[in-house]
């Protein structure tokens, strides 16, 4: 599954505001009410289904990657954003590093072979040194939008 596939593009954040891990999934979730991409009634419901998903266990990947993520009804398709923290936060990751990038996936709950596949290429992808320096330098949405589909095409292989 390629990011073109779930990340919303309108919704990314090259630079976040949150300095916490509550703070930036609220800010991501509001990205994607921003964009259209989730109702506004159900914004709260979203941030409460991942906040629930992140006291099983952190979604801090590691290598100052997390990717919270929920399945909830009240979306047709996987929907997803990015947020950039150039200062970094604690997410209580595996490694117990500050995360940097963050990858918010929110799907429908039939569709979990799908939800496996966006969580299977996220972590992929941001195995590569060269992608997540870059994603971390960027600048504007556009420029990570960029990286994404160059992802997407395989040019970070």
């Known amino acids: 599954m390629k990011f ?17 891990k509550d703070g930036v999934i609220k800010e991501l979730v509001g990205s994607l009410v921003e964009s259209g991409a989730i109702d506004t009634e159900q914004q709260e419901h979203i ?17 100052g990657v997390a990717v919270p993520h ?12 990015v947020g950039v923290s150039i200062e970094g936060i604690d997410f209580n990751s595996l490694d117990g ?6 990858f918010l996936l929110v799907s429908p709950p039939e569709r979990h072979r799908d939800h496996l596949r966006a969580l299977e290429n996220i972590t992929r ?33």
């Open 4 to 20: 073109q596939e779930f990340v919303e593009f309108k919704a990314i954040r090259a630079s976040v505001d949150a300095e916490d």
């Open 125 to 157: 992808q941001l195995k590569n040194d060269t992608l997540c320096r870059f994603l971390m330098q960027s600048k504007t949405p556009d420029d990570i939008q960029q990286l994404l589909e160059e992802a997407d095409d395989n040019q970070f292989v």
């Open 70 to 81: 929920t399945k909830h009804v009240s979306v047709d398709n996987l929907v997803g954003t």
């Open 47 to 63: 941030v409460s289904a991942i906040m629930s998903r992140e006291e099983l266990g952190s979604t801090g990947i590691g290598r």
């Open 97 to 102: 590093e500050k995360v940097h990038l963050v």
